[in-house]
T-cell receptor, first 116, second 116 residues
Framework: GAGVSQSPSNKVTEKGKDVELRCDPISGHTALYWYRQSLGQGLEFLIYFQGNSAPDKSGLPSDRFSAERTGGSVSTLTIQRTQQEDSAVYLC??????????????FGSGTQLSVL | AQSVTQPDIHITVSEGASLELRCNYSYGATPYLFWYVQSPGQGLQLLLKYFSGDTLVQGIKGFEAEFKRSQSSFHLRKPSVHWSDAAEYFCAVGAQGYSSASKIIFGSGTRLSIRP
């Protein structure tokens, strides 16, 4: 597509439920990042993919969080047994280059997750 | 590992006044440095970047930033702000090298408000 697409744009869930957030990067972009944006926390790095593999998962806050990427394209971030502190905007970004530290990131508009 | 600090959470300046948003980084080698802006309804977009060479870099919308190795800083400046510059600004740092460990991380952001 023309830009990074994230769905859903808003998700309200009950505490303890599982949620799946989807990211569709720009076609041909090999690198894909997930960030979490909370008030006062800035953009917290979660995980990034080069192709289908995730060389760096260091930002995932707990084992309730997981992500996968298939076909070098779409990525899904899954949060199991959601907690209220998981409420945040989850941003996805993609770039044409991988693992160089020089990438220009193109961001999606995010998924606003609210855990009640 | 790299890190980035934006010490100012919120700054208010008058329209037409000059602006400086501070960013300090921590990294063992010369990092790649970025400024992104997040405007309501616009998502996150790249303002400017520094990889090497001239330490004063020009970006879009009249912004510039100067890399100062001795101070580990990459402050963002604009000579005269416009009301449309009100937004959240994020400094980011990327680690050098073609390494699976290379990733881009962000500071906590600085919210800019413009006083009419």
């Amino acid at each position: 597509g023309a830009g990074v697409s994230q769905s859903p744009s808003n998700k309200v869930t009950e505490k303890g439920k599982d949620v799946e957030l989807r990211c569709d990067p720009i076609s041909g972009h090999t690198a894909l990042y997930w960030y979490r944006q909370s008030l006062g926390q800035g953009l917290e790095f979660l995980i990034y993919f080069q192709g289908n593999s995730a060389p760096d998962k260091s930002g995932l806050p707990s084992d309730r969080f997981s992500a996968e990427r298939t076909g070098g394209s779409v990525s899904t971030l899954t949060i199991q047994r959601t907690q209220q502190e998981d409420s945040a905007v989850y941003l996805c970004a993609s770039s044409a280059k991988s693992g160089t530290g020089r990438e220009k990131l193109f961001f999606g508009s995010g998924t606003q997750l609210s855990v009640l | 590992a790299q890190s980035v600090t934006q010490p100012d959470i919120h700054i208010t300046v008058s329209e037409g006044a000059s602006l400086e948003l501070r960013c300090n980084y921590s990294y063992g080698a010369t990092p790649y440095l970025f400024w992104y802006v997040q405007s309501p309804g616009q998502g996150l977009q790249l303002l400017l970047k520094y990889f090497s060479g001239d330490t004063l870099v020009q970006g879009i919308k009249g912004f510039e930033a100067e890399f100062k190795r001795s101070q580990s800083s990459f402050h963002l400046r604009k000579p005269s702000v416009h009301w449309s510059d009100a937004a959240e600004y994020f400094c980011a740092v990327g680690a050098q090298g073609y390494s699976s460990a290379s990733k881009i991380i962000f500071g906590s952001g600085t919210r800019l408000s413009i006083r009419p």
